[in-house]
């Protein structure tokens, strides 16, 4: 069963950084594709951004693009979300995914809160 592990959410001030991992195992993690995404309660789940398996596409929703950074090291089995400029929009829960043999796979979120 594939398991994804997030950490370093937090709280942050408008303007700061965080750093988000993802830790993956049980399997082949640099055959796929990754993705982050965000959720506020009571709103729908958002894509972020999203990195090919070798780390050469990535994509970002216009409101995060030039703050945010997906990254990847697939010796590691690690998935990155490098948030820069935070603004109190960013205010989420975030998710890692994959989509594994056709099936959807989410670790158990980390809280990000941006907040004066």
């Known amino acids: 069963q594939v398991q994804l592990v997030e950490s370093g959410g937090g709280l942050a001030q408008p303007g700061g950084s965080l750093r988000l991992s993802c830790v993956a195992s049980?399997?082949?993690?640099?055959?796929?594709?990754m993705s982050w995404a965000r959720q506020v309660p009571g709103k729908g789940l958002e894509w972020v951004s999203r990195?090919?398996?070798?780390?050469?596409?990535?994509y970002y929703i216009d409101s995060v693009k030039g703050r945010f950074t997906i990254s990847r090291d697939n010796v590691r089995n690690a998935l990155f979300l490098q948030m820069s400029s935070l603004k109190p929009e960013d205010t989420a829960v975030y998710y890692c995914?994959?989509?594994?043999?056709?099936?959807?796979?989410w670790g158990q979120g980390t809280q990000v809160t941006v907040s004066s």
């Open positions: 995914h994959t989509k594994y043999r056709e099936m959807d796979f």
């Open positions: 049980r399997f082949t993690f640099s055959s796929y594709a």
């Open positions: 990195i090919g398996s070798d780390g050469s596409d990535t």
